[in-house]
């Protein structure tokens, strides 16, 4: 089983729709969450942390929830801009920071 | 430059030569990361270098692959007897751990294409 573990995808949905994320992690020494966002042939790049009081960026809210080891991420309104791979991300400290990464979720918004 | 520099943007080999990317973090960053991405898949890790610490080498897929980091900056990841296998793109990722935010700012990779 993978430490980080995402939705499959791919997620195929029209202009304006609303469509959610899910991750979970099993590793409880994750002390930081993340979902960071890849474009097509483009490095990652953070999109939002994530905090258990759930944070929200616009159209963008994240969620996590620390004693089910779950991260979620929703996307209001899709654009088709929106369309790219969304990763969910964690920092653990097991005598030392390291960074791990899910698999990605791909998303398509169609017009 | 104030990001991740990743040299050579693209490289094309021929199987069975050796190739070294190499990685500029960004200044400060003591975290360094080492990942491949085939086309349309996943990060795939494979080093990471904290500090003086000994480096993860846990992703690393075979022997052919090593990486080193000199005096806690450039680091270069060199492939041995290249295989079409090892095609993708190998990006470079720096942190500096720095309070809650542990962001990992990543190069544009360098595109390695076997033949």
């Known amino acids: 089983r993978k430490e980080v573990e995402q939705d499959p995808g791919p997620f195929n949905v029209p202009e304006g729709a609303t469509v959610a994320f899910n991750c979970t992690y099993s590793?409880?020494?994750?002390?930081?969450f993340f979902w960071y966002r890849q474009d097509c042939r483009k490095e990652p790049k953070l999109l939002m942390s994530v905090y258990s009081s759930g944070n929200e960026d616009g159209r963008f809210t994240a969620q996590l929830n620390r004693a089910s080891q779950y991260i979620s991420l929703l996307i209001r309104d899709s654009k088709l801009s929106d369309s790219a791979t969304y990763l969910c991300?964690?920092?653990?400290?097991?005598?030392?920071?390291?960074?791990?990464f899910g698999a990605g979720t791909r998303l398509f918004v169609k017009a | 430059g104030a990001g991740v520099s990743q040299s050579p943007s693209n490289k094309v080999t021929e199987k069975g030569k050796d190739v070294e990317l190499r990685c500029d973090p960004i200044?400060?960053?003591?975290?360094l990361y080492w990942y491949r991405q085939s086309l349309g898949q996943g990060l795939e890790f494979l080093i990471y270098?904290?500090?003086?610490?000994?480096?993860?080498k846990s992703g690393l897929p075979s022997d052919r692959f090593s990486a080193e980091r000199t005096g806690g900056s450039v680091s270069t990841l060199t492939i041995q007897r290249t295989q079409q296998e090892d095609s993708a793109v190998y990006l470079c990722?720096?942190?500096?751990?720095?309070?809650?935010?542990?962001?990992?700012?990543f190069g544009e990779g360098s595109r390695l294409t076997v033949l």
């Open positions: 270098f904290q500090g003086n610490s000994a480096p993860d």
């Open positions: 990722a720096s942190s500096s751990y720095s309070g809650v935010t542990g962001e990992l700012f």
């Open positions: 200044s400060g960053h003591t975290a």
């Open positions: 991300v964690v920092i653990r400290n097991t005598g030392g920071f390291k960074t791990i």
């Open positions: 590793n409880s020494a994750s002390q930081s």
